[in-house]
């Protein structure tokens, strides 16, 4: 009997000891892997925006220029819209303007109906409604338009340029534009403006912080302008035509990432 109880203790044991080493096992996720101690700590960083922006005065303009004529057959008021057209292209020219620096926009006939009459009345005691009725519109006429985009090169001369379009036979003036022809150097002087507001307050956040900069891990940059300053213009007489160019602006957004150290 006293051995049997020896059996049944030693029996107990290796169980409870199976159980122990089994337990860990069981209790984590099937596939979880126990990762190891991290061997250092992560280093510290700072990531700061930095802005800049630059003005700058436009030195060139676009001016969408057009002829629109009217007559009661389409061929005339083509044969009109060409004449007047052509007209407007060599006073270009003889402005100062390139050839490659006028370009056809829009080309366009349309005709011109009179107006939709009004419907006769209808009896009241009819029980279903009637298909609404169109009354054919006679033809009155033909309209042609015919535009171009004209580039300016000489800013002051765009007063001028509209005033000699106008006396050529433009009766359109739809809209002008002003640009900068060398953005490229604005960009570059606005990332630099950027990068030391940036630097700026990295160093100021990182003094807060007991701290010193390090290397750069990371640098995104957004850029933005310079857009075309659109303005509308109406003109139909040979009045000079006050020009306002204003500034444009050039800017960049950087976001930088330093490590602490």
């Given at each position: 009997?006293?051995?049997?109880?020896?059996?049944?203790?030693?029996?107990?044991?290796?169980?409870?000891?199976?159980?122990?080493?089994?337990?860990?096992?069981?209790?984590?996720?099937?596939g979880a892997q126990m990762q190891p101690p991290l061997t250092?700590?992560?280093?510290?960083?700072?990531?700061?925006?930095?802005?800049?922006?630059?003005?700058?005065?436009?030195?060139?303009?676009?001016v969408n220029l057009g002829v629109e004529t009217q007559a009661q057959s389409a061929s005339e008021a083509i044969a009109q819209n060409n004449e007047q057209m052509q007209a407007l292209i060599n006073a270009m020219t003889d402005a100062g303007i390139a050839d490659e620096n006028i370009q056809t926009q829009v080309v366009r006939l349309s005709p011109q109906y009179e107006d939709q009459p009004p419907l006769p009345p209808q009896p009241t005691e009819q029980v279903q409604p009637m298909q609404q009725q169109t009354v054919?519109?006679?033809?009155?006429?033909?309209?042609?338009?015919?535009?171009?985009?004209?580039?300016?090169?000489?800013?002051e001369s765009v007063g001028e340029i509209l005033?000699?379009?106008?006396?050529?036979g433009s009766n359109r003036i739809d809209g002008i534009s002003f640009e900068i022809s060398d953005s490229a150097q604005l960009l570059v002087e606005?990332?630099?403006?950027?990068?030391?507001n940036a630097l700026q307050k990295a160093e100021q956040l990182a003094a807060l912080a007991g701290a010193e900069l390090g290397e750069v891990l990371n640098i995104n940059a957004s850029d933005q302008?310079?857009?075309?300053?659109?303005q509308e213009t109406f003109a139909m007489d040979a009045?000079?035509?006050?020009?306002?160019?204003?500034?444009?602006?050039?800017s960049t957004n950087l976001q930088v990432t330093w490590r602490l150290q």
């Open positions: 009997m006293k051995q049997w109880y020896m059996r049944l203790a030693v029996s107990l044991s290796a169980l409870l000891l199976v159980s122990l080493v089994a337990w860990p096992a069981a209790s984590n996720p099937v250092e700590t992560t280093p510290r960083t700072i990531t700061v925006s930095g802005m800049g922006e630059v003005d700058a005065r436009p030195d060139r303009a676009v054919p519109r006679a033809i009155l006429g033909y309209v042609a338009v015919n535009t171009v985009q004209v580039r300016v090169e000489d800013l005033d000699a379009a106008i006396e050529a606005a990332r630099e403006a950027a990068w030391n302008g310079p857009f075309p300053v659109m009045a000079r035509v006050p020009i306002q160019p204003g500034m444009q602006s050039v």
